[in-house]
């Protein structure tokens, strides 16, 4: 179901024209869907119904504090990956006991936030992290509840920028060595292990590298146990992937998922947590950026946006696609005409797509980034001095401005000049 649809010939957010958006907040905007966001993640809850679980939503998908109120309210658990993350996610009403902390690099003072706020349970990914946690905890009188993050070596198939689940991945430990290091946090008194955690990549399109993951995990469950500890979760990570071309067959759905989690690894008794981002943000927002130029190059025209790759970096990063639509509905039968759509940033880098066929649009139209609403946003900065983009999340026929474009004042106020100066 979708929520951004041509209405009376003007595209829309759920009841919303996004044309009366940009009039109020001007333009690139964000713009983002309650009622997706909230029925994305009920797909992701319903699909593991019956099991004891927790979709701990992945905030950096998308960490606006209206979205991850939602996400609270809906029942969501966050999994969180920095200090900033953790303040976000708490500051936005998620309970400690819902937060999951992941990530390669966790910092002391970013433990011992977690561990006086209230946490769920630490991911760990090294035996250095190991000891340094075990110190940080017992510092603070209290124990960690922890998992190990596992490497198990199988190919995602994805970008290999977001890929991780490969050895030669800088994530977690080899599975190969899960046990001598699974023995060593058993052995440090300021840790507590509760389970197992994996994550193998994201934006997969297919479910046979998750199928292969789960097995090995169900295997490291039962030879854990057998060592004596207590495996009584499992974190499966996030990475389901989302069509971002319409013309692409889809992805896996969120059923078909839970059901191969059900089929591989229902029988240990586990509670499992699930963290998806993606499948829950990416098609519940858009980025609507108005046309500034047409400019006719040698064997190309150029759409010239007001948008730019420090606002939108996933093109220029991964080579990603989105699909680009006008928000004035084009007339039936119109020919499209072929640009390369671009921005204004001073680099080459800065193109959203080559030879993209777009009905004709000239300077002051709109046009929509589809599935722009994760990794969008949290990935923006102000390259360029361009301050960054205002958020709007609508419901129904409301909407609200969520994060306010700064003033160029505001921007620069942020430095500070030396006194010797
Ligand atoms: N859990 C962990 C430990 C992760 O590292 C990630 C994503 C997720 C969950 C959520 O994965 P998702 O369900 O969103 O696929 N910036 C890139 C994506 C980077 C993903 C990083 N980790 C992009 O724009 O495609």
Redesign the pocket.
């Known amino acids: 179901m979708d929520h951004f649809l041509y209405r009376d010939g003007v595209l829309h957010a759920e009841d919303v024209p996004l044309t009366e958006i940009a009039a109020e907040v001007g333009t690139p905007f964000y713009c983002y869907s309650t009622a997706t966001l909230t029925r994305h993640f009920r797909l992701f809850d319903e699909a593991l119904a019956g099991t004891d679980h927790l979709v701990c939503y992945?905030m950096?998908?998308n960490s606006n504090q209206a979205v991850l109120k939602l996400m609270a309210e809906l029942g969501a658990g966050a999994?969180v990956?920095s200090g900033g993350e953790y303040a976000r996610a708490v500051a936005a009403g998620f309970p400690g006991e819902r937060i999951v902390f992941?990530?390669v690099g966790k910092t002391r003072a970013e433990m011992r936030a977690a561990l006086e706020g209230g946490i769920r349970q630490f991911?760990l990914e090294s035996e250095p992290e190991m000891e340094v946690l075990n110190e940080v905890a017992l510092s603070l009188g209290k124990v960690a509840p922890v998992t190990v993050?596992v490497n198990p070596d199988v190919d995602a198939k994805t970008?290999e920028?977001?890929a991780?689940g490969k050895s030669e991945n800088k994530?977690g430990i080899p599975i190969s060595r899960a046990r001598e290091v699974y023995a060593r946090a058993a052995a440090l008194p300021g840790l507590e292990v509760v389970g197992i955690d994996v994550?193998i990549?994201?934006?997969?399109t297919e479910l046979e590298p998750y199928g292969l993951a789960f097995d090995k995990v169900a295997a490291l469950t039962a030879a854990l146990r057998a060592d004596g500890h207590t495996i009584r979760r499992l974190d499966l990570?996030?990475?389901?992937?989302i069509p971002y071309e319409r013309s692409n067959s889809a992805p896996p759905l969120p059923i078909e998922y839970g059901a191969l989690v059900k089929e591989k690894l229902g029988h240990l008794g586990c509670e499992i947590e699930i963290?998806?981002?993606?499948?829950?943000a990416?098609n519940a927002g858009i980025l609507v950026s108005e046309v500034i130029y047409v400019k006719s190059g040698e064997g190309r025209d150029f759409l010239i946006l007001d948008a730019a790759m420090n606002d939108l970096v996933?093109p220029a990063?991964?080579g990603?696609h989105h699909d680009i639509v006008p928000v004035i509905e084009p007339e039936p039968g119109v020919e499209p005409h072929v640009y390369d759509i671009v921005g204004p940033v001073c680099e080459s880098g800065d193109t959203f797509a080559k030879g993209r066929k777009l009905p004709p649009v000239g300077p002051g139209d709109l046009v929509a980034f589809r599935s722009a609403g994760?990794?969008g946003a949290t990935?923006a900065s102000e390259y360029n001095s361009r301050p960054l983009i205002p958020e709007v999340l609508v419901k129904d026929g409301q909407f609200a401005l969520v994060r306010a474009r700064p003033s160029f004042e505001e921007m620069i106020a942020r430095d500070t000049i030396p006194t010797w100066m």
């Open positions: 992945a950096k998908a999994d990956v992941s990530g991911n993050r970008h920028k977001i991780t994530f994550h990549g994201s934006q997969l990570g996030g990475g389901l992937g963290e998806p981002g993606r499948l829950i990416g996933r990063m991964y990603a994760a990794y990935m």
